[in-house]
């Protein structure tokens, strides 16, 4: 099974601000990866897939990096509707897996 | 307008059985790799299972056994049959359908699940 971390757990940032997310896979998802954004007492949607592809609808704003092993996921600048849990999931192999998640906080 | 809704979660006491659909529209559960996935309270997410378009199923190490995916091709309806429940399978339950064989593009809202007694 491929294990997922994402770093860090919270992330405190002011509106405007800049946020970078880490996620980690171990072994190599070689670019099978996505983001998927939870907002609170939602279902979560899909953000980027295949490391840096955005899926429709989304903003320009939100962007992914990475192959392999190390992942990164930045949102330029954070709007208020952006305050939510972030996941990334591997689909390189089965059974799929996700990261715990990086909660984005106002600070 | 594609879209999932999922029914039939609730309380539930341990060993107990329960069975979740998904109803789906705008577009043919058949044609395409769906899954589900849970979110126990204020945990993370988790991968259940998974149904092919062929018809294949799997499922995660923690469920096997004792859960059972599968669809309805007339009414266009995925399904998951929960037995031999227990308090770790307290979550709320998500179907999703995969783009390709890869990441959930389409999400219902959830069906929430509790075991207790």
């Known amino acids: 099974e491929i294990v997922v971390t994402q770093s860090p757990a919270t992330l405190s940032v002011s509106p405007g601000e800049r946020a970078t997310l880490s996620c980690r896979a171990s072994p190599s998802v070689r670019s099978n990866l996505a983001w998927y954004q939870q907002r609170p007492g939602q279902a979560p949607r899909l953000l980027i897939y295949?490391?840096?592809t955005r899926a429709t609808g989304i903003p320009a704003r939100f962007s992914g990096s990475g192959s392999g092993t190390e992942f990164t996921l930045t949102i330029s600048s954070l709007h208020s509707e952006d305050f939510a849990v972030y996941y990334c999931q591997q689909y390189d192999s089965w059974p799929r897996t996700f990261g715990q998640g990086t909660k984005v906080e106002i600070k | 307008e594609v879209q999932l809704v999922e029914s039939g979660g609730g309380l539930i006491q341990p060993g107990g059985s329960l069975r979740l659909s998904c109803a789906a529209s705008?577009?043919?559960?058949?044609?395409?790799?769906m899954n589900w996935v849970r979110q126990a309270p204020g945990k993370g997410l988790e991968w259940v299972s998974v149904?092919?378009?062929?018809?294949?199923?799997y499922y995660a190490d923690s469920v096997k056994g004792r859960f059972t995916i599968s669809r309805d091709n007339y009414k266009n309806m995925l399904y998951l049959q929960l037995n031999s429940l227990r308090a770790e399978d307290t979550a709320v339950y998500y179907c999703?359908?995969?783009?390709?064989?890869?990441?959930?593009?389409?999400w219902g809202k959830g069906t929430t699940v509790t075991v207790s007694s």
């Open positions: 149904i092919y378009s062929g018809g294949n199923t």
């Open positions: 999703g359908r995969l783009a390709g064989t890869y990441y959930m593009d389409v």
């Open positions: 705008g577009f043919t559960v058949s044609s395409n790799f």
């Open positions: 295949g490391a840096f």
